[in-house]
């Protein structure tokens, strides 16, 4: 027991030296660089083990502490970071639908912001975003930019499609419960180009499970979607109007409008391969 003292312990009380350390006049050793004591009395004049001392920070070990304390801080972020969206997202190439990737020409991205600058009184309100508008005008982009940003400040995000999803529940059918907990388990919910899966009865009402399952949870959902808001108010039958009820209960329509981003973003790469072509130098 007293090897095991000598050998483990007392070494935890024992103070750095440094060349450029030197005793003061109380007794303390003090730091050659700060001049701050790296050592001090037990109070009362209490010992340990016969020593009347113990090590203390100066002000040079304190920084070193703090920048290293920093550095891991950062570096589990950065790990956990990688790991939400790497389990958030279907598709890879959404982790570069950012804030800092934005080229300005979506006019609703101000309200991207907003909904993350306001997350915690968005996810206590349970207010979700139904973005409805034409194919190319930015909606997945926006939802994009909203889970990007979210995960990056360690909210765990999840942004799929229901061709994902019917895929996973049929491959997994005796889990299928469980996965949809998994879903609902999200503090955010994204589902992309939702309306491309209408069709056979078993999707649609698998469909309804998982929004269904979404509404009771209480948490937030964010849908993108081509369908026109005239056609989810007016459904064609009853098998879409319960779906689509569910959804303008739980979310905000927000309308896209303006020209189609992709067919620009296409023009542009074609503009810039002719000039190539051409042996013209561009600007990317």
């Known amino acids: 027991m007293t090897d095991t003292i000598h050998n483990t312990i007392l070494p935890m009380t024992d103070t750095t030296v440094t060349p450029e350390d030197y005793t003061g006049e109380d007794g303390l050793l003090y730091c050659g ?6 050592e001090a009395y037990f109070p009362e004049g209490k010992t340990f083990f016969g020593r009347d001392r113990h090590p203390s920070e100066c002000d040079c070990q304190r920084a070193a502490r703090k920048e290293r304390e920093a550095a891991e801080k950062q ?15 279907t598709d890879k190439t959404m982790q570069d ?10 006019p609703q991205m101000k309200n991207a912001a907003g909904y993350v600058a306001r997350w915690e009184q ?10 409805w508008g034409k194919v ?44 949809i907990s998994r879903l609902c388990s999200f503090p955010l919910l994204i589902i992309d180009d939702f309306g491309i899966e209408r069709g056979t009865e078993y999707g649609l009402e698998q469909v309804y499970n998982v929004i ?14 081509n369908l026109t808001l005239e056609e989810l108010q007016h459904p064609e039958d009853t098998a ?25 973003a296409a023009q542009g790469k074609m503009e810039r391969l002719k000039r190539l072509l051409a042996g013209k130098e561009i600007c990317l």
């Not at 968005?122 to 973005?131: A, Q, S, T, V």
């Open 240 to 264: 879409h109007a319960r779906i689509y009820d569910r959804l303008l209960e739980m979310c905000s329509p927000l309308c896209f409008t303006g020209e189609n981003l992709r067919k620009a």
């Open 212 to 225: 269904d399952s979404r509404y009771r949870s209480r948490k937030p959902l964010i849908v993108t979607t």
């Open 136 to 179: 190319g005008t930015g909606k997945s982009y926006f939802a994009g930019c909203i889970a990007n940003a979210l995960m990056e400040q360690e909210v765990p995000v999840c942004m799929t499609n229901f061709a994902a999803i019917l895929n996973d529940l049929t491959a997994s059918f005796a889990g299928r419960n469980e996965y």
């Open 97 to 106: 639908w950012t804030f800092a990737n934005d080229n300005g020409s979506c």
């Open 122 to 131: 968005i996810k206590d309100g349970n207010y979700g975003l139904l973005l």
């Open 33 to 38: 660089k700060c001049h701050k004591p790296k």
């Open 75 to 89: 570096r589990s972020h950065l790990e956990t970071v990688e790991r939400l969206k790497r389990q958030g997202f």
